[in-house]
T-cell receptor, first 113, second 115 residues
Framework: KAGVTQTPRYLIKTRGQQVTLSCSPI?????VSWYQQTPGQGLQFLFE???????NKGNFPGRFSGRQFSNSRSEMNVSTLELGDSALYLC????????????FGSGTRLTVV | AQSVTQLDSQVPVFEEAPVELRCNYS??????LFWYVQYPNQGLQLLLK??????LVESINGFEAEFNKSQTSFHLRKPSVHISDTAEYFC?????????????FGKGTLLTVNP
């Protein structure tokens, strides 16, 4: 069974640009969550999607957005990139919105220069 | 609001020694508790979880954690560590009511196992 797949693994962008990250959940998983990991702030929740609807949202500015498609694949977009957006972005999937633990992907390492 | 405190940012130990990674949480409601492990350049892997029932939970690779409601703790222990256990360990909490199961993580504890 394939795990959570995130693409690309590494990305370098310039300040002011925008970026789109992709996440393919485990087959059959309908919930996809996104987290940002930085050395200073640690792991912070961005948002969660379930059946194409955003169910929960963390405390990030509106430059951070996401969506989920009918096949449960998800994308997150960051517009007007800032240096502080440099981070490891992790996607996690779960069969439903219940607890029980999420399966994380390997992440996308975004560097903003 | 929930918060998680991992009391040690780094824990160095020798191989075959016991280890305890401490985790305390703060929440006014019932919670679910998790430990995740992250190896270099990888994502997070679920190590073990407490949802309900027995307060002592075990992983397949010898780690265990005990939920202590009165002390709001969920410390991770292993009686004898291996070099391959070197990684960063994250404690996380999730609210057990409603439909919001987002994870709130601690800052992580870097476990370094030396030969």
């Amino acid at each position: 069974k394939a795990g959570v797949t995130q693409t690309p693994r590494y990305l370098i962008k310039t300040r002011g640009q925008q970026v789109t990250l992709s996440c393919s959940p485990i087959s059959g998983h309908r919930s996809v969550s996104w987290y940002q990991q930085t050395p200073g702030q640690g792991l912070q929740f961005l948002f969660e999607y379930f059946s194409e609807t955003q169910r929960n949202k963390g405390n990030f500015p509106g430059r951070f957005s996401g969506r989920q498609f009918s096949n449960s694949r998800s994308e997150m977009n960051v517009s007007t990139l800032e240096l502080g957006d440099s981070a490891l972005y992790l996607c996690a999937s779960s069969p439903s919105t219940g607890p029980g633990g999420y399966t994380f992907g390997s992440g996308t390492r975004l560097t903003v220069v | 609001a929930q918060s998680v405190t991992q009391l040690d940012s780094q824990v160095p130990v020798f191989e075959e020694a016991p280890v305890e990674l401490r985790c305390n949480y703060s929440s006014s409601v019932s919670v679910y508790l998790f430990w995740y492990v992250q190896y270099p350049n990888q994502g997070l892997q679920l190590l073990l979880k407490y949802l309900s029932g027995s307060t002592l939970v075990e992983s397949i690779n010898g780690f265990e954690a005990e939920f202590n409601k009165s002390q709001t703790s969920f410390h991770l222990r292993k009686p004898s560590v291996h070099i391959s256990d070197t990684a960063e360990y994250f404690c996380a909490v999730s609210y057990s009511g409603g439909s919001n199961y987002k994870l709130t993580f601690g800052k992580g504890t870097l476990l370094t196992v030396n030969p």
